[in-house]
């Protein structure tokens, strides 16, 4: 399975732009470029994905890197609902339809 | 809708007996997945179905576990015996068709202590 690399946590303050950066230099040409969140004693939940061009919804943004080996989600204007562990995961045909996911990154949003 | 929806949503039960885990998953969706998670390991995909057909059970554990899809509207994963390194929690997520970039929704998931 395709790897990504993300660090194991990070900091923000509440009401600043938080950037998440992922790593995936094995990314294949047909790989999609997918963000879950999960908040506590929660289910996972989608944030956003992408092939090769940013993207924008209305939880975050996600700009991708030309070469697509890395990618960063941004959370505009953090809150402290937005304390949950982010995972960066690779989908699409060489993943079988499969969402594997890794270890993510714990952020913390301090008031 | 009302979303993935597993029960029970908490199950305690001693080494040996069986246990069993349901899930019903959003209507229309034809791809269901079974993952567990444990501060160990994380996040595990364990099986996935797609038009009720099982497509990869390589992340089952071993023979103590099955999981089923009679049909379209539920699915179960039990395990016969328990033991005490199954404890962990069980998502549920279904989606529609096997594209990744179609979004994936996770149930809330059932806790399982095995003591």
């Known amino acids: 399975d395709a790897k990504t690399t993300q660090p194991n946590s990070m900091e923000s303050n509440e009401e600043e732009p938080v950037h998440l950066p992922c790593n995936h230099s094995?990314?294949?040409?047909?790989?999609?470029i997918h963000w879950y969140r999960q908040l506590p004693s929660q289910g996972p939940e989608y944030v956003i994905h992408?092939?090769?061009s940013n993207v924008n919804n209305r939880m975050a943004s996600l700009a991708i890197a030309e070469d697509r080996k890395s990618s960063t989600l941004i959370l505009h204007r953090a809150t402290l609902r937005d304390a949950a562990v982010y995972y960066c995961?690779?989908?699409?045909?060489?993943?079988?339809?499969?969402?594997?996911f890794g270890q993510g990154t714990e952020l913390s949003v301090k008031p | 809708d009302a979303g993935v929806i597993q029960s029970p949503r908490h199950e305690v039960t001693e080494m040996g007996q069986e246990v069993t885990l349901r899930c019903k998953p959003i209507?229309?969706?034809?791809?269901l997945f079974w993952y567990r998670q444990t501060m160990m390991r994380g996040l595990e995909l364990l099986i996935y179905?797609?038009?009720?057909?099982?497509?990869?059970d390589s992340g089952m554990p071993e023979d103590r576990f099955s999981a089923k899809m009679p049909n379209a509207s539920f699915s179960t994963l039990k395990i016969q015996p328990s033991e005490p390194r199954d404890s962990a929690v069980y998502f549920c997520?279904?989606?529609?068709?096997?594209?990744?970039?179609?979004?994936?929704?996770f149930g809330p998931g059932t806790r399982l202590t095995v003591l």
């Open positions: 995961i690779l989908g699409g045909y060489n993943q079988g339809g499969k969402l594997i």
């Open positions: 179905f797609n038009n009720n057909v099982p497509i990869d």
């Open positions: 992408g092939l090769t």
């Open positions: 209507s229309g969706h034809n791809s």
């Open positions: 997520a279904s989606r529609l068709g096997l594209a990744t970039a179609n979004e994936q929704f």
């Open positions: 094995t990314i294949s040409g047909t790989d999609y």
